[in-house]
T-cell receptor, first 110, second 114 residues
């Protein structure tokens, strides 16, 4: 079983739409959770960390459900510039190993 | 700049040749990672260095792959006798070892094996 699993998509949504991605992780001892964004042919960059109480950054909201071992990312009022691949990342803090999902592709359509 | 620096950015080589890729992490970051990303695929963990501890080599796909790091500075990833399936972007990342430490990636080295 993979450490981190994501729906690869693609998600094609119109501008202004709300879109949500989910990610599940297998190791209940996981400590830190992140969403990264990767643009085409670019390196991944941190979008936001995910905190136990949930957190929001502008149009982006991240949630963590430890009991069900899943993480979500909600994007409101989608912009064309949100088109990218969104990577779910989990850190077990044991050996500081980061596990990446395969990413969910989002295309925002005019 | 102060980011993770990788070189070369692009490398084209012939099958059977050896290649060396270099990563210069952010100053003060004790953890350094190498990942491989094939076209259209996710990130594949290769190796992890943490300070002076023994590296975690569990992700290296074969004994043709090796990596070194001198203390907490530059790392080199070496691929011997390259094969076409080694063609990929090799990404280096560094981080501070904290409970919420994030990974900072370099722009990658794109390797093409003909």
């Amino acid at each position: 079983r993979k450490e981190v699993e994501q729906d690869p998509g693609p998600f094609n949504v119109p501008e202004g739409a709300t879109v949500a991605f989910n990610c599940t992780y297998s190791n209940s001892a996981s400590q830190s959770f992140f969403w990264y964004r990767q643009d085409c042919r670019k390196e991944p960059k941190l979008l936001m960390s995910v905190y136990s109480s949930g957190n929001e950054d502008g149009r982006f909201t991240a949630q963590l459900n430890r009991a069900s071992q899943y993480i979500s990312l909600l994007i409101r009022d989608s912009k064309l510039s949100d088109s990218a691949t969104y990577l779910c990342v989990v850190n077990t803090n044991t050996g500081n190993q980061f596990y990446f999902g395969t990413g969910t592709s989002l295309t925002v359509i005019p | 700049g102060a980011g993770v620096s990788q070189s070369p950015s692009n490398k084209v080589t012939e099958k059977g040749k050896d290649v060396e890729l270099r990563c210069d992490p952010i100053s003060g970051h004790t953890a350094l990672y190498w990942y491989r990303q094939r076209l259209g695929q996710g990130l594949e963990f290769l190796i992890y260095f943490q300070g002076n501890s023994a590296p975690d080599k569990s992700g290296l796909p074969s004994d043709r792959f090796s990596a070194e790091r001198t203390g907490e500075s530059v790392s080199t990833l070496t691929i011997q006798r390259t094969q076409q399936e080694d063609s990929a972007v090799y990404l280096c990342a560094s981080s501070l070892v904290t409970a919420t430490g994030e990974l900072f990636f370099g722009e990658g080295s794109r390797l093409t094996v003909l």
